[in-house]
């Protein structure tokens, strides 16, 4: 299980940094990335990061948001600038590790909410 921390209420225009611990019992991850839900809609994709350096952006977050990794601390933070309403949602960080990613790891969910 994923430990993710770091949400709360922020008025529009705001930052917000989401913290993502990965087990210590995981040695190492493929990809790390978060993903968040809204009301009434579905989960889908904010940022991700690859071991091998590849990052991959929503494009409703692009130039707003930075992923980044720590291998060494087994972490996966993702910094939110500029945030919006339409970024209220609960974010959910997840890790794929194992030699075929078949460890699919998600945290418990934080809320975000933008609103002035």
């Known amino acids: 299980q994923l430990q993710a921390s770091g949400g709360g209420l922020v008025q529009p225009g705001g930052s917000l940094r989401l913290s993502c611990a990965v087990p210590?019992?995981?040695?190492?991850?493929?990809?790390g990335g978060w993903y968040r839900q809204a009301p009434g809609k579905q989960r889908e994709l904010v940022a991700r990061?690859?071991?091998?350096?590849?990052?991959n952006y929503a494009d409703s977050v692009k130039g707003r948001f930075t992923i980044s990794r720590d291998n060494a601390k087994n972490t996966v933070d993702l910094l939110m600038n500029s945030l919006k309403p339409e970024d209220t949602a609960v974010y959910y960080c997840?890790?794929?590790?194992?030699?075929?990613?078949?460890?699919?790891?998600w945290g418990q969910g934080t809320q975000v909410t933008v609103s002035s």
């Open positions: 997840n890790i794929r590790a194992g030699y075929f990613n078949d460890i699919d790891l």
């Open positions: 210590t019992s995981i040695n190492s991850f493929n990809v």
């Open positions: 990061a690859t071991i091998g350096g590849r990052i």
